[in-house]
């Protein structure tokens, strides 16, 4: 089933209610009205009953273009397996941290991270140079990322600590989605913009997670992204780190939820 979602407010989030007769894996996935490989949210839980996805985006673009349906059943225009209620729409309701974190460098950073995140699939890679307007921030958008001697290493991006370049892979980068790849950006900015110790991955995370959630990002697409980062790359620190990030991710929604009630 597709559905059309229009812009009505800046930052928009997007409920739509559904409800199964049984046990049912239900695939959702939101993209771009027009642009290729520009997905803003995509899961697919098992849904028994009544349920409601969320679907948060800010800088919302003038419409998107909803996908449901059954996973064992496929994209059909209709499935008695399960229904769709009234779609919602409201402004995103931003969390009090952003004002605790919003400085003059996270916010230059953030206009030219959304717009590269949002166009990535449709820019040009082949080690293209994009430069912020205000000319402080710099990224590589690479085929890949390479060694000194020519190997391909299985990152998504890296960043320089000398000259705070960012280096993106687009063979791994395109495949994540929007907010995903916001999460990676803000991984690598935070490594030498907001860490105490710039070489720890790990307090990179939190700092970038802090930022991404406090800017009305989707939470599962954390999960996602990260997952599939470290999934690239297995390893006892990876898994170590995304049980960290993990219980950081909690512990922030706690925080927060607290604040608002």
């Known amino acids: 089933m597709l559905y059309q979602v229009d812009r009505y407010h800046k930052d928009q989030v997007i409920r739509i209610p559904v409800q199964t007769r049984e046990k049912e894996r239900l ?3 939101v993209r771009h009205y027009q642009k290729p490989y520009t997905t803003y949210f995509e899961t697919a839980p098992i849904i ?7 679907v948060k985006i800010p800088k919302m673009p003038p419409s998107v273009i909803v996908e449901l349906y059954n996973e064992k059943n496929g ?11 009234k779609i919602a729409v409201a402004p995103i309701r931003m ?9 003059r460098t996270v916010s230059s950073f953030a206009k030219f991270s959304d717009e590269f995140a949002d166009n990535a699939g449709i820019m040009s890679a082949q080690n293209s140079v994009y430069i912020s307007p205000c000319g402080r921030f710099r990224i590589h958008y690479k ?12 990152t998504p991006a890296r960043i320089n600590s000398k000259t705070g ?9 395109i495949n994540y989605t929007v907010p ?14 907001r860490n105490v110790n710039h070489a720890d991955e790990l307090e990179a995370d939190k700092n970038a997670i802090m930022i991404y959630l406090a800017m009305g ?3 599962i697409e954390a999960y996602n992204v990260f997952l599939k980062v470290f999934n690239n790359t297995p390893s006892d620190t990876n898994r170590a780190r995304y049980n960290a990030l993990n219980k950081f991710i909690r512990d922030f929604n706690s925080s927060i939820n607290k604040q608002v009630n």
């Open 143 to 154: 085929d890949v990322i390479r060694t000194d001697d020519g190997r391909e290493l299985r």
């Open 27 to 29: 695939a959702i996935r």
């Open 95 to 103: 969390n009090f941290m952003i004002t605790k974190i919003l400085d």
């Open 217 to 219: 990002n989707p939470t």
């Open 48 to 54: 028994v009953g009544k349920d409601v996805f969320v």
């Open 165 to 173: 370049i960012i280096e993106i892979s687009k063979k791994y980068y």
């Open 75 to 85: 994209n059909q225009n209709w499935d008695k397996t399960f229904r769709v209620g």
């Open 180 to 193: 995903g790849r916001k999460a990676i950006n803000w991984h690598e900015f935070s490594h030498i913009y």
